[in-house]
């Protein structure tokens, strides 16, 4: 027991070493993202996240972005629990049968102007789920599709470029 102790005071965490991703990208990235929102929305971006079937790998990361190392609540970024609140809906995984309705309801629920974004090689293109007796289909296959995050599963950075991408073109076009 006493070595049991003694090891776990002086042993070196087994967690993963924190992203290499630089502090002052992640703050530049996400001040940018805020800044283009409140030019397009006058407020700041509302996000809903849907699992229409995925491993939650890519949940994971998504989630993220709320933990302490990513933090994008302080850039004004918000994940909520309604769609009704919502300007975007990250869409995860392939639309299994038994979610199909769900993200049907999801979307028609998110009021305009709304945003969907595919993250996942699975919300593309159904990735490994492809031959799956419970797929239908990738996320273009039940709604519009905006913006695909590839990635398996995609970083929280390449969100954060995406969503830029994905607001900034909307507010010139
Ligand atoms: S893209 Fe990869 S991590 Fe994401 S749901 Fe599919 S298998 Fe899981």
């Known amino acids: 027991m006493r070595r049991m102790l003694l090891e776990g005071l002086f042993r070196r965490p087994v967690t993963e070493e924190a992203p290499a991703v630089a502090d002052a990208e992640l703050e530049e990235l996400a001040a940018r993202l805020g800044a283009v929102a409140r030019a397009r929305l006058g407020r700041s971006l509302s996000i ?4 229409a079937g995925s491993c939650n790998g890519c949940e994971l990361e998504i989630h993220a972005l709320n933990n302490s190392y990513y933090d994008v ?6 994940f ?3 769609p009704r609140h919502a300007d975007v809906l990250m869409v995860t995984g392939p639309v299994t049968a038994n979610m199909r309705e769900g993200l049907e309801r999801t979307y028609a629920a998110t009021p305009a102007p709304k945003w969907v ?4 090689d699975c919300a593309a293109g159904c990735g490994v ?7 239908i289909g990738s996320v273009s296959a ?3 599709v ?9 970083e929280p950075i390449a969100m ?4 830029i991408g994905l607001i900034e073109a909307s507010a010139r076009g």
């Open 80 to 82: 909520v629990a309604s």
């Open 73 to 78: 609540e302080r850039f004004g970024l918000r």
């Open 117 to 120: 974004v595919a993250v996942g």
């Open 129 to 135: 789920f492809r031959k799956s007796y419970a797929t």
């Open 160 to 163: 954060l470029k995406g969503l």
């Open 142 to 144: 039940v709604l519009p």
């Open 146 to 154: 905006d913006l695909v995050i590839p990635g398996c599963p995609p």
């Open 48 to 51: 809903r996240e849907v699992d």
